[in-house]
DNA sequence: CATATCACG
DNA sequence: ACGTACGTGATATGT
C-alpha cells in the first residue's frame, strides 16, 4: 500500500531551532535544528514506513499572498542567523539521507503540500502531512492525515476529518473559517478583534462559514454584531489569506517522490560530518563515528541515544539557588536508586521537573547544608508530587536521612490499576503507550548485571532529569483514562494514601530475635542431618537430596516405585506424588519429613537471618502494590506473607517475630471467611447471606445444605468436602479441580458442583453472568471498581478460555477481599493517628493486620481493630474480623 | 535464566 | 475431547 508522507520543512526546523538546547559541533557550527529535524524524520520513518516521502520548503522571500496584503506574516521576527546556516545544512543532508525535497519558486511549503496532498487525495492515496501549524488541519481528509507536532518536534497528535469533528465539530473546511475569524497572530492573520477560539466556535457552530455569519449578523446583539460588521472585510480576507493554495503547477511526477529507505553509503558520512553519533548508532552505521577525541560534541554528548529536546540544568552549587526559588513551580520528580530492595538501595539522585525546566541534583548535592530548602520541600506533605514509584523513592531516602512527603500521584501505581496485568509497566514502557519521546534504557545508561557503572554527570543528570520530565506527561493522559474507567476514587482515596501506609509500616519493620532464630536453626540443623544419614543409608548411596533430578534416579530406577506424574523433564517428585509412594517404601515419609525441614531451614531461617537489618535489628519487607492482578499486595525482602502457619514445626517460626519495645505485645486480627462474605454479597444468594447473618461455621452450613442434613449430622468428612467446594468456588470452579483436591473421580466431584448449584442458586447465577459479564465488556471489576481485562475470554482454545473464565469468577472476590482490608488499613492508620495511640501497624498478610501495642493500649487495640477492620465497608453480610494478641507473632494465635 | 518445589492467603 | 483449581515469593538445581 502506498504511503505519503509530506512534511512541512520550514515549520518543523523553526520548531527544532527553539525547541533544541543550542548546541554545537567541534566545528562551532550550531546543529541543533537539523539534528532535531532528523530525530523526528527518522521517527516518522520508523512508525509509518513510508513508499513517498518528500520534503517541502518554502522558496524565495516573495510570495503571491504578498499582492494582496502587505503585512502577511510582517509580524514574524527575522530569521535569526544561527537558524538560517541550518537551512543549507539541512538540506544537504536530505539529499545525502535519500529523501526527496521540493522547493518552487513563489510559494510557501504550505502550498506545495496542499497541492500534492490534493493531486494524491483525487487518486485516493494515503497521505500523512507533517507540520506544527493547525491551518493544515484544512487538508485532513478521508485519506489524508495532519500530524500535528507537539512539544517541541517530540510528539505528533494525529487529526482525521473525525478527530477534527471530536475536538472542534468543525469540517476540516471549516478551519479556514476558524483562522478567519480568529485570525493568528504567528502569521500576522488579523481575524476579527475579540473574537478568539471560543467565539469563533461558537459562532460556526450557528452559521457554518464566515459567509455565513456575516449574512447573520441580524441575529446577533450588542458588541458582538458591531465588531462582526465593523471587521467584516478583515474576516474576509483573513479567510483568504488562510486557505492553503492548492493549485501549485506541480512538475513532479509521483515517482519524483518515491522514498526506498535511508541511503547508508552517503547517510554514512554526512551524519559523521555533523558529529551525529546518536544517529548513527540508530542506523547501526556507528562505523562511520568519528574518533573519540575527548571533546564533548554537543547535543551527541548529553544526549546519548534520547530524542527528547529539554531544558535541562545540571545542578551544582551554583545552580541550587535557582532551583530552590524555582520549586514551587515543581510537581514531579524522580529519585534514581539502584538495586532491587529499596531498604538496602543507595540514592543516585534525583530529578525534578516543571512544565518548563527541569534539574538533576546529584545526592552528595541534596545531603549538602546548603541544599536544607530542597529537602524541606520534599519532606513537605502540601508540596504535591507526581513520580514513577514513589513508594520506594520515599525509603531509599528515608534511608538516607531525607524525608518525603506529598506524594500526590505515581504513575507507576495509576498504570497497574489502568491495567493490573500489564507485568511491571516500567517508564520506558510507559512512553511508549502515552507517544511520549522515548527515554534510553537503564540497561543502557547504567550496564547491565556486573557492568553496573554509574555514568558520567552529564550523562547521569540528562537521563534522570528525563525521567521526571516523562511522568509530567503521563500523569494528565492518565487522570482521563483514570477517570474514563471509573477509578480515580479508587486512585486517589484507596491507593495513593495506602502507598503511605505501607512505606510507614516497612520503615518500622518488625523485630526478629536473632538468638532464638539462630537456635531454632540449630535444631533443624541436628534433624536434617540424622534425616539425611538414614536416607543415604536406605538407599544405599550418596545423591543430592535438593535434586529433583537424583532424587527421581533414586525412587524410580534404584528403587523401582511407580511413576505417579511426569514433569516436562522428567519424574515428579513433588508432595503430592512422594505422599502416593509413601506405602510402598519407608524412605519416602523420611524424604517428605526432610524437604519440610530443609524448606524451613533455608528460607525461613537462612533466609530471614540474612535479612535482619545491621542498623535496627528488624526486618523491613518491601510490599509491592503493583504486582498482583486482583489488587492484593505481594511482599518481597523478604516475604512475610508466607511465613509458616499450617504445620506445627514451621509455625514456631513465627516465636522470633516479637515486638520492637519491651512489654509491647504483638496482635493480630484476621478477616472470617472475607471471601466467602464477599461472594455472599456478589452474588446476593439468599442461602449463604443466611448463613453469614446468622454467624454460623459456612463450611458446616454449606454440607447441611448439599447433603440435606442436620447440623449434627454433618460429619468430619461431609465438612471437608463442603470446605474444598466453597474453595472450588471462589477458585472459579471445574470438576477436574475439585477431584484433584478430595482426591475422588472427576464425575463425583461434577456431581457435588451440580448439587451445590441446586443449593445456592443465586452463586449459579453470579458465575453464569459474570462470565457473560466479562465477554461482552472485556473485564471485570471489583466493588471498589478495580478493572480487570481478560482478553482470553474469547478465545478459541479451550484451555485459555477457560482459564479466563476461571478469572472472571474469581478477581471479583479476591479483588474486593483486597479492596476491603485496603481500606481498613486506611481507616486504622486514620483512627492511631487521630487517637494518638503509640500501637503500630506492621504487617498485611492478605486477609490479617499485624500490630505491636504497648501494655496500656492493649484493651482498646483489641476492640478498635476488629471494629475498624469489620466496619470498613458495608455489605449485605456482616464482616467480622477475629483478633488475637501475645508475647510474639506465634502466640498471636 | 528457566524449572521444580513449597511456603502463605 | 480439551486438562486446571485463584493469587503470590524464595530457594535450590542445572542448563
Known sequence: MDKLILIDGNNIIYRAFFAMPPLTNTAGQQTNAVYGFTTMLLRLIDDYKPSHLIVAFDAGKITFRHEGYEDYKGGRQKTPPELSEQFPMLKDLLRDLGVPQFEISGYEADDIIGSISREADAAGREVIIVSGDKDMLQLASEHTTVALVRKGVTEVELYGPQQIREKYDLTPEQIIDLKG????????????????????????????????????????????????????????????????????????AWEDMAFSGIKTETAGPALAKLEFKSLLERLSLSAYAPAANGEGTGAEASGAAETAVLDITIVGEAELEALIAALPDISALHVETNGENPHRSEVI???????????FVPLALLKSPAAAPLRDWLGDSSAPKSGYDLHRADLALHWQGIAFAGAANDVQLAAYLLDPTEANQNLNDLTAKYGLPRLSPDEEVFGKGAKYKIPE??????HVARKSATVLGIVQKQQQELTETAMTGLFVDLEMPLSRILADMEKQGIAVNKEDLKELGKEFEAQISTLVTEIYEICGTEFNLNSPKQLGEILFVKLGLPVVKKTKTGYSTDA??????????????????????????STYVEGLLKEISEETGKVHTFYRQTIAATGRLSSQFPNLQNIPIRLEEGRKIRKVFVPSEPGWSILAADYSQIELRVLAHISGDERMKEAFLEDMDIHTKTAMDVFGVTADQVDSNMRRSAKAVNFGIVYGISDYGLSQNLNIPRKEAAQFIEQYFEVFKGVRKYMDDIVLDARKQGYVTTLLERRRYLPEINAK???????AERTAMNTPIQGTAADIIKLAMVHMDKALYERGLKSRMLLQVHDELVFEVPPDELELMKELVPEVMAGALALSVPLKAEVSYGSNWYEAK
Open 181 to 252: 475569524l480568529m485570525g493568528d497572530t504567528s502569521d500576522n492573520i488579523p481575524g476579527v478583534p475579540g473574537v478568539g477560539e471560543k467565539t469563533a466556535l461558537k459562532l460556526l457552530h450557528q452559521f457554518g462559514s464566515v459567509e455565513g455569519v456575516l449574512a447573520g449578523t441580524g441575529e446577533l446583539k450588542g458588541k458582538m454584531k458591531e465588531k462582526l460588521e465593523e471587521h467584516a472585510d478583515s474576516a474576509v480576507m483573513s479567510k483568504k489569506l488562510a486557505t492553503i493554495y492548492r493549485e501549485v503547477p506541480l512538475e513532479h
Open 349 to 359: 539522585g534525583i530529578g525534578l521537573s516543571s512544565p518548563e525546566q527541569h534539574y
Open 457 to 462: 554527570l552529564e550523562i547521569l543528570g540528562n
Open 576 to 601: 503430592e506424588v512422594l505422599e502416593k509412594l509413601a506405602p510402598y517404601h519407608d524412605v519416602v515419609r523420611l524424604i517428605l519429613q526432610y524437604r519440610t525441614i530443609a524448606k524451613l531451614q
Open 797 to 803: 482454545n479451550f484451555n485459555l478460555r477457560s482459564f
